[in-house]
Nanobody, 115 residues
Framework: QVQSVEESGGGLVQVGGSLRLSCSAS????????MGWYRQAPGKERELVSLITNGGLTNYADSVKDRFTISRDNAKNTVYLQMNRLQPEDTAVYYCFAHQSNDYWGQGTQVTVSA
């Protein structure tokens, strides 16, 4: 069972730059069905960014397709989000998500893209 989910890798970047987020789940885990990322910008609702199944199936929000790439290491229960060509509208708190019977959320990591 998942005990915790923890993100890392946020920060400040200029427009057009790149960042890589990482998220690791800990606990007595055999396999996590789905892992991924959501984000919440100031004054807006939390929205889906990208998800990946333990079989490698992925989906992306239209706003990040062709710029962001999600991947995961099942052996490490870790998911990554490579974010390229970042834009100011990508500024948000990014939350890691894991689903294994229940939903688990990380505390969030801030991504700020400066113009």
């Amino acid at each position: 069972q998942v005990q915790s989910v923890e993100e890392s890798g946020g920060g400040l970047v200029q427009v057009g730059g790149s960042l890589r987020l990482s998220c690791s789940a800990s606990g007595r885990i055999f396999s996590i069905d789905v892992m991924g990322w959501y984000r919440q910008a100031p004054g807006k609702e939390r929205e889906l960014v990208s998800l990946i199944t333990n079989g490698g199936l992925t989906n992306y929000a239209d706003s990040v397709k062709d710029r962001f790439t999600i991947s995961r290491d099942n052996a490490k229960n870790t998911v990554y989000l490579q974010m390229n060509r970042l834009q100011p509208e990508d500024t948000a708190v990014y939350y890691c998500f894991a689903h294994q019977s229940n939903d688990y959320w990380g505390q969030g990591t801030q991504v700020t893209v400066s113009a």
